[in-house]
């Protein structure tokens, strides 16, 4: 059970593990097809490009506790579940059916980032640490008991995209590693510690909105950590009627640019909040609530990234706006 990139990794990389060892894979269940993009192009999940790919049984239930859907998987038969962003709470129907259990797989060190982004939170927080953890699953949210985790160090500059492929990579071989084991019954699972339980939200579009008088780490994070969704985007906004709209092609002075490559610089200026600034060297600066973000790559809606060079190049115009 899964849905987006990060479990479909996963189940990548250990089905010709688990068909070795003589497991059979008799369903895979993800959520239903999804329009996508401004065309809003109907869209299968990337678990169901993997499973029609492998000739696999594929289910796609619009609430995985309605009844019709326990009755269908009671049917299956299963003697193991294994999750990874499927997105929807199990009811206690369907974790009570294998004989083995439900492992769910969880991109943190639970209990901490319980919930959907434990990914960007690790982040966002700028920490040193993270790993995965694959739990025994009951129906609270990434609360069962732990069957098995692995924890490794983290640079301060790595991407959402970059982390996402570690933690999927180590997620498969961690699982790979314990499930004989768990199958024989040589793992006991221990409970976790609830009451260091830590949450992350589910992050929504507006979430990418740079809040300049944030400091300018804490936006340099988010542009990493929220870089393949909903990425992190500004509002140019003129200070003076000599910006030239014509120039940019919008109306009202304002033009959405998403920031996609900064770093920080800690530094005090005279500059305001939000204010757009070359510095001694040419760099294309904004100045945050603490510090100053360099910006290295930028792209204007409906254009092509490009790098912040060249866009100053093409809108000399930026210097002395203030992003909103």
Known sequence: MGTPEFAERIFRKIYPELKSKGFDIIAVITTEDKPIGRK???TPPPIKKWAIENNLNVLQPKKIGDPEWNRKIKELAPDLIILAAYGQIIPREILDIPKFGALNIHPSLLPTYRGASPIQAAILNGDKETGVTII???????????????KFLISNKITYKELEEKLAGASADLLIKILPDWITGKIKPREQDHSKATFCKIIKKEDGRIDWSKSAIEIERQIRAFAKWPESYTEIKSQKPALPASRLKVKNYSLKLKILEAEVENKKTDHKIGEVFLDKNKNLCVQAGNGVLILKAVQLEGKKPMTAKDFLN?????????LN
């Open 40 to 42: 809003q192009i109907l």
């Open 136 to 150: 025994l699953m009951d129906e609270e949210m990434d609360h069962g008991d732990i069957i098995s985790n692995f």
């Open 314 to 322: 093409g809108h000399p115009e930026i210097v002395g706006a203030i």
